[in-house]
């Protein structure tokens, strides 16, 4: 069974720094693009990033370009979203999802709140 | 970035009635990377239908997609109690994904 388990998320006063996890099983993580999309309270979906199965390609909303990195470790089929300067507009439940689009398979999200 | 509008914002309708949901795309989706998503309240999206037209696995034939270049649509034949939700649509054509801002299929 394919699973997909978020971690990290948390209160973060703005500015600030947060690393998300994804774990993954169930499935060849290292054969599968990965995805970080996000949904602010009450609003729509925004994909935010992306990277390649050797992690050789990524790819980034504008609004985050240069504040946020994507990483993975094929070893330890995990998905790594890492988080700088931190803006109010940055709370969101964030979701890895695999693949590059039409996700088949998302996790249950985890709760990033950027707020002093 | 593509930019995905869809319309119209919210679709009042009664069970057993047809739904028409439309995304239409800023300019040409390559490859038809068109996907459609539905989501209900404090749950994960779900995968519809991927290349604008392919059901994913286990998704009900009264599901339907179809569309190309710029203009796409979503059809769900006979409505069912569990289809009242919110609906998305993806590109995915362009190194710069982006979503629609949803439909939201309510009960009349």
């Known amino acids: 069974e394919v699973q997909l388990a978020e971690s990290g998320g948390a209160l973060v006063q703005p500015g600030g720094s947060l690393r998300l996890s994804c774990a993954a099983s169930?499935?060849?993580?290292?054969?599968?693009?990965m995805s970080w999309v996000r949904q602010a309270p009450g609003k729509g979906l925004e994909w935010v990033a992306d990277i390649k199965e050797d992690g050789s390609e990524k790819n980034y909303v504008d609004s985050v370009k240069g504040r946020f990195t994507i990483s993975r470790d094929n070893a330890k089929n995990s998905l790594y979203l890492q988080m700088n300067s931190l803006r109010a507009e940055d709370t969101a439940v964030y979701y890895c999802?695999?693949?590059?689009?039409?996700?088949?398979?998302w996790g249950q999200g985890t709760l990033v709140t950027v707020s002093s | 970035e593509i930019v995905l509008t869809q319309s119209p914002g919210t679709l009042s309708l009664s069970p057993g009635e047809r739904a028409t949901l439309s995304c239409r795309a800023s300019q040409s989706v390559s490859s038809s990377y068109l996907a459609w998503y539905q989501q209900k309240p404090g749950q994960a999206p779900r995968l519809l239908i991927s290349g604008a037209s392919s059901r994913a696995t286990g998704i009900p034939d009264r599901f339907s997609g179809s569309g190309s270049g710029t203009d796409f649509t979503l059809t769900i034949s006979r409505l069912e109690p569990e289809d009242f939700a919110v609906y998305y649509c993806?590109?995915?054509?362009?190194?710069?994904?982006?979503f629609g801002q949803g439909t939201k299929v309510e009960i009349k």
């Open positions: 993806q590109q995915y054509g362009s190194s710069s994904r982006t």
């Open positions: 169930g499935f060849t993580f290292r054969n599968h693009w």
């Open positions: 999802a695999i693949g590059w689009g039409s996700h088949g398979y």
